[in-house]
């Protein structure tokens, strides 16, 4: 069930998450440049982020607000599909950085 | 028995008070017809017993429980004024999602099978708003809100979404506005119509020409 509405609202939103995915694979190459032992790079990452967030909902507001009824319909807030986008771009954000940390640490 | 009833419905947009103590109720099995003229407040009202918007005051009670927001009971569908299907969807997932419990019924219907493997964005716009509103009529929910159903479709289309909604009518509440006031007359069992920002209730066509919905007063 959940899953299935994960793939309806990436497909719905699709140009805001693909839009997230790439500040994310941006941020990776600024840590893999960096390194990871610097602070300055984490905190920059996070605002980064912070502001893509809330970039994203501008869109949102923007061009797809009509769609808040498609979800409501099925029974869901646009709260909860925000919260569901963000989780799962911050799951991926992690991933890569993750993946990233222990590519860097093998060849180094 | 099934109900969803508003009471007390209040709301102001800015400084204008256009909803004052309203109350709507719609049982299973009825069709409640909701008229007014523009701008008094029937998509508000509508909007308000769905959840979409936050009136400044309201009770509302689905079944014997209360709710903030209606369609987190997941018991009911509504049919805003636009669009609302994603071009993205194509008319068949949209049926797995909405209509489960009646797709074979749905099915069944020339131009869904027509358009079953279609997305919205290939579909014209009275199609789109047809197909939307059979959408809506057929989902699992057991009471539907429609807003200006009517609009945008050809008589023949209205005539049929009237068969529609009284084959459906034993198993669901309707509540339906729209300007095409004599198919409303046609469909409802029971007529609301919003004025001064109250409710009155509706017993023949006189009442609607004394509270100045239809012209034709005089003193």
């Given amino acids: ?108 | 028995m099934s109900t969803i009833f508003i009471d007390s419905t209040t709301h102001y947009y800015k400084e204008k008070e256009v909803l004052s103590g309203v109350y709507l109720a719609c049982n299973v099995g009825e069709v409640v017809g909701l008229l007014g003229r523009n701008g008094c407040g029937k998509s508000t009202l509508l909007k308000a017993i769905f959840g979409s918007i936050t009136p400044h005051f309201k009770y509302l009670n689905i079944n014997g429980k209360k709710y903030d927001k209606g369609y987190l009971s997941k018991n009911l569908s509504y049919l805003p004024q636009d669009r609302f299907i994603p071009d993205q969807i194509n008319l068949g997932e949209a049926i797995d999602l909405f209509c489960h419990n009646y797709q074979n019924r749905l099915k069944e219907i020339p131009l869904i099978t027509k358009h079953l493997e279609n997305k919205f964005y290939n579909l014209s716009g009275g199609e789109c708003r047809f197909i939307e509103c059979l959408l809506m009529i057929y989902s699992n929910a057991q009471f539907v809100l429609l807003d200006e159903p009517f609009s945008q479709l050809s008589p023949i289309w209205v005539e049929e979404l009237k068969i529609h909604i009284q084959t459906l009518k034993g198993e669901k509440g309707f509540i339906i506005t729209d300007h095409l006031y004599r198919s409303i007359l046609d469909i409802s069992d029971r007529i609301v119509l919003i004025h001064n920002r109250r409710n009155y209730t509706i017993n023949s066509e006189d009442d609607l020409i004394l509270h100045g919905y239809l012209p034709g007063f005089t003193v």
């Fill in chain 1, 1 to 108: 069930m959940l899953i299935n509405l994960l793939k309806k609202i990436i497909k719905v939103y699709k140009p805001i998450f693909a839009w997230n995915l790439l500040v994310s694979l941006l941020i990776a190459v600024l840590f893999y440049l960096k390194g990871f032992n610097q602070s300055d790079t984490y905190v920059l990452a996070f605002f980064i982020k912070l502001f893509t967030w809330a970039f994203s909902i501008g869109i949102y507001f923007m061009f797809y607000e009509s769609t808040a009824y498609f979800f409501q319909n099925m029974g869901v807030s646009i709260r909860k599909i925000m919260t569901y986008l963000i989780s799962c771009d911050v799951l991926i954000f992690i991933s890569i950085l993750t993946i990233l940390f222990y590519v860097d640490n093998f060849h180094r």
